[in-house]
C-alpha cells in the first residue's frame, strides 16, 4: 500500500514540474503572447508609400486603421518638395531622396496632408487621408489655362567674335552673375547651384537650363548677338520671389 502511495505522488509531482517548464519565467518552453494596446487588442503598424512628383502626391493607401501609421516618402520629381501630415513633416526632399515619417492616429476622422513649399499645394500637392474613415475623392488637378507653349524664336543678329565665361552662382532666392554685361560672341555660362532648394538659370529666348540640386553645376555655350537678356528660375514661384535678372551683350 505505501508503495502505491508513492507512485501516485511521484507522478503528480511530474506533471507539476512539466506545467512549471511550460509557464514559469526560464522554464524549458516559453508561450508568447503579441504586444497589446491598452484597448487589449494586438497593435498593429500600417506602413504607407508616398510618391511626390510635379505636383501631386500618390499615397499606396489613401485609408487606414487608428495606431501607427509610417510614411515612406519618395520625392520621383525633378524638383524638391516634403511632406507634412498630423503635425509632423519630411525635411526638404530633393529629387530621388527619402524619408520616413511616423504618425500615430489616436482617433477615426479626415487627416489633411499638403507640401509646404511655397506654391506646391495650390499647384496640387495636397490632399486627404481617411482613418478609419472613406476619404473625400481627390480633387481635379488645378487647371493653367494652356494647354501648349510655343518656344521663343532664337536671338537674330550679326554675332560678334568674343569667347567670354560668365560664372552664375544660384542661391535662394537671387543668381550672382559675374559680370553683367559683356561682348557679343561666344558665352559661356559656367552655372552652379549653391542654395539650399533646386534652381535652374533659363537665358530667355535662348536656352533653358537644367534642374540642379544642391551642389549641382552644368556649363553650357551660346552664340548671343548684341541685346539685353533677362535670367529666371524655372522652378515654380521662384521668379515670384526675385529669381530673376539680367545680361546686357554689347556689340
Not at 481635379?140 to 536671338?155: A, E, S, Y
Not at 539650399?196 to 556649363?219: I, W
Request: hydrophobic letters at 35%; one cysteine or more.
Amino acid at each position: 500500500m505505501r508503495r502505491g502511495v508513492s507512485v501516485v505522488v511521484l507522478s503528480a509531482l511530474a506533471v507539476g514540474g512539466l506545467a512549471a517548464g511550460l509557464l514559469a519565467p526560464g522554464g524549458g518552453a516559453t508561450i508568447r503572447s503579441p504586444m497589446k494596446t491598452h484597448t487589449g487588442r494586438a497593435s498593429k503598424v500600417t506602413h504607407v508609400t508616398v510618391t511626390a512628383k510635379e505636383f501631386s502626391f500618390k499615397l499606396s493607401k489613401r485609408k487606414v486603421p487608428k495606431g501607427t501609421v509610417v510614411f515612406t516618402v519618395v520625392n520621383k520629381g525633378k524638383i524638391s518638395h516634403d511632406f507634412k501630415i498630423g503635425g509632423k513633416k519630411t525635411k526638404t526632399l530633393n529629387p530621388g531622396q527619402k524619408a520616413t515619417l511616423r504618425v500615430v492616429f489616436k482617433k477615426k476622422g479626415r487627416f489633411a496632408y499638403v507640401c509646404t513649399l511655397p506654391g506646391h499645394a495650390r499647384l496640387g500637392m495636397k490632399g486627404v487621408l481617411g482613418v478609419d474613415v472613406t476619404p473625400p475623392k481627390p480633387a481635379p488637378p488645378p487647371t493653367t489655362g494652356t494647354t501648349t507653349t510655343t518656344p521663343p524664336p532664337p536671338p537674330t543678329g550679326t554675332v560678334g567674335t568674343a569667347n567670354t565665361t560668365v560664372t552664375v552662382n544660384m542661391f535662394e532666392y537671387r543668381f550672382d552673375l559675374s559680370q553683367s554685361s559683356v561682348p557679343s560672341g561666344q558665352v559661356t555660362f559656367v552655372i552652379t547651384n549653391k542654395g539650399e532648394e533646386v534652381h535652374n538659370f533659363d537665358l530667355v529666348g535662348v536656352k533653358p537650363g537644367a534642374l540642379l540640386a544642391p551642389g549641382q553645376t552644368e556649363t553650357w555655350t551660346v552664340s548671343l548677338p548684341p541685346k539685353g537678356y533677362t535670367g529666371v528660375c524655372d522652378v515654380p514661384f521662384h521668379i515670384d520671389r526675385g529669381m530673376t535678372t539680367s545680361l546686357t551683350v554689347t556689340p
